[in-house]
């Protein structure tokens, strides 16, 4: 079923507004209302191959001053630049949380000061704020998750700011998250916020950058010498809040950095909810549901109760290097091939090389007893100790794998 909505250039004529324009009486009913509307999801079939600035364009020439760009301190300034091509007026609006980086603040400025702009802030709440960094502490997000310091700093903020419009454009681009963004569309009815008009269907969402690989972004930047932040040069690359962001190695997707504590599936702050292949439930992605993981002859597969044997152990004949994984993770999807070739080679050294499927029912009792952070987490069972050992790196070639498990036996 099409969504259908009220866009911007919407023209409704009523019989009172008729007789004003012309200064005769009229009867209610006299001329009946019009009302344009639109197929979004027909126009994003249609907008498809298009390109960012065709996309920007059509954006702008539709919803004028109703319509604001979404700029987050990234890679979104590339957004701002586009519309400045277009030659059409523009709003850009931002969500200060009051824990970005110095540097981003610093980007800020340069930004307007280069497009000649006024970037329209929104605040959190003050006394939200106040009320969970009281009961809660500073750094609660990385004993309970980041939802919600990032619902009383982020989504409710940007909620009040698109109350104030009938469209909005974003950054957002399916290779940013396989597992979560892999289907977002050009334009679309914004399935979460609404817009001025309030209810369902009063707010459009522009995603101009959808069908755009991160790497031909930086290309766009570079050779349109635009200001960037300068987190970038330090390995920065997906940058939200400073407790909440880190840099990347080379190799790493761009969303390991933000929120590296939690499950993969989790690493959304809840503006983009409505995109989210998975939301309330583990659902495997890359064409994985009906295949496990880490499939070798040298690579057993443990049951709960061979991870409490091997807890229980104080005293063990082998070492064992174990990977506690979910199948629809796509950084366990990733690490697959190095990990079975770490089993290849340390078949018949005298180390034991274990998986541990620990998403759905087994998530808890690994949260609490495995140490299980995100996925994929590795440990490592000593021969003389019973504790574990938890690999610290996100690098997961076989060769830093295979240097852990040397160091340790």
């Keep these: 079923m099409a969504f259908v909505a009220t866009s911007s250039s919407t023209t409704a004529i009523s019989a009172s507004n008729l007789a004003r324009s012309t200064g005769s009486p009229s009867e209610p009913n006299e001329v009946a209302e019009k009302v344009e ?14 390109s960012p600035l065709q ?32 030659g059409r007026p523009f709003r850009v609006f931002s969500l200060d949380t009051g824990r970005l980086n110095p540097e981003t603040y610093q980007f800020f400025d340069a930004v307007e000061k280069h497009y000649g702009i006024r970037i ?5 709440d003050a006394v939200e704020v106040q009320a969970l960094v009281r009961s809660k502490g500073l750094f609660s997000f990385y004993e309970d998750g980041h939802q919600e310091c990032c619902r009383v700093r982020k989504v409710r903020p940007l909620r009040r700011a698109l109350k104030g419009l009938r469209a909005w454009i974003t950054g957002q ?18 399935p979460v916020f609404e817009g001025l008009e309030g209810g369902a269907g009063s707010l459009i969402k522009w995603n101009p950058v959808a069908n755009v690989d991160g790497g031909d972004i930086w290309k766009f930047l570079r050779a349109m ?6 987190l970038h040069s330090q390995g920065y690359v997906s940058i939200g809040c400073e407790p909440c962001t880190r840099a990347v190695l080379p190799g790493q997707h761009e969303r390991e950095g933000r929120w590296w504590w939690e499950d993969a599936k989790a690493k959304e702050c809840g503006l983009h909810k409505g995109n989210l292949k998975q939301d309330a439930q583990e659902v495997p992605v890359n064409g994985t549901a009906n295949r496990d993981l880490f499939e070798g002859k040298n690579l057993v597969a443990l049951s709960r109760n061979g991870m409490e044997n091997l807890l229980k152990l104080e005293k063990r004949e082998e070492p064992w290097i174990v990977v506690l994984y979910a199948p629809w993770c796509q950084f366990c999807q990733g690490m697959e091939s190095s990990y079975v070739e770490l089993a290849e080679k ?22 609490q007893e495995l140490q299980l952070g995100s996925f994929p987490t590795i440990l490592f069972f000593p021969k003389h100790s019973s504790r574990p050992i938890k690999y610290p790196s996100e690098q997961r070639d076989v060769d830093s794998l295979m240097a852990f498990v040397n160091a340790l036996r």
């Design 37 to 50: 509307v639109e197929d979004y999801e027909q126009l994003a079939k249609q907008l498809e191959n298009a």
């Design 55 to 86: 996309i920007m364009d059509k954006a702008l020439e539709k919803f004028g001053n109703d319509i604001a760009i979404a700029f987050s301190g990234a890679e979104d300034v590339a957004l701002i630049e586009y519309a400045k091509l277009t």
């Design 120 to 124: 329209e802030y929104m605040f959190p």
């Design 173 to 190: 681009r399916k290779d940013q998250s396989p597992g979560t963004r892999s289907e977002v569309p050009v334009v679309q009815v914004d």
């Design 225 to 230: 010498e635009v200001p960037v932040n300068s």
């Design 346 to 367: 340390l078949a018949g050294s005298g180390v034991k090389v274990g998986k541990f499927q620990a998403d759905g029912e087994q998530k808890e009792f690994a949260k």
